[in-house]
């Protein structure tokens, strides 16, 4: 039995909720949401995120790891602003499933399976890739584009 016969709001809560997780951590490595050490916050400046990325790249080159960070940091938020709204849906959802299942692949690699089924990154990974796959993103500026 089909329980939801239009993707129209499933569609853009996956949207806003991907592209909101993206923002926020880019906000917060950016100290924009507090000070590192202040409650809810995550690293609170670039500097801890950096050594976060360190911790989690251990099988790069030392000197990569901050190249990556600014790489991931740039693909989230162009990919949290585009699927905010609704911008070349698709491929920033194709963008947002490679990066994160990058990411959930580093984790594991440097922390255990634990870590990514615990954070759900592989939860984010999957479910950009059914953004992607999606037929059409109401509510857009793709769909204003394509009328």
């Not at 990974?125 to 999606?134: D, I, K, R, T, V």
């Amino acid at each position: 039995m089909q329980l939801i016969k239009s993707y129209s709001l499933p569609s853009l809560l996956l949207r806003l909720a991907i592209a909101i997780s993206y923002l926020w951590e880019v906000a917060d490595r950016l100290g924009i949401i507090g000070k590192h050490g202040q409650p809810h916050v995550g690293w609170g400046d670039w500097q801890h995120f950096v050594d976060y990325a360190q911790q989690t790249m251990v099988f790069l080159p030392h000197s990569w790891v901050p190249v990556f960070a600014v790489l991931a940091t740039l693909g989230e938020g162009g990919f949290g602003l585009l699927l905010l709204i609704g911008l070349f849906t698709r491929m920033a959802a194709l963008g947002s499933f490679l990066l994160s299942l990058a990411f959930a692949i580093s984790m594991a690699i440097s922390f255990g399976i634990e870590s990514p089924l615990g954070y759900s990154v592989f939860t984010l990974s999957a479910a950009s890739l059914l953004l992607a796959s999606l037929p059409d993103y109401k509510w857009s500026i793709d769909s204003i584009i394509k009328k």
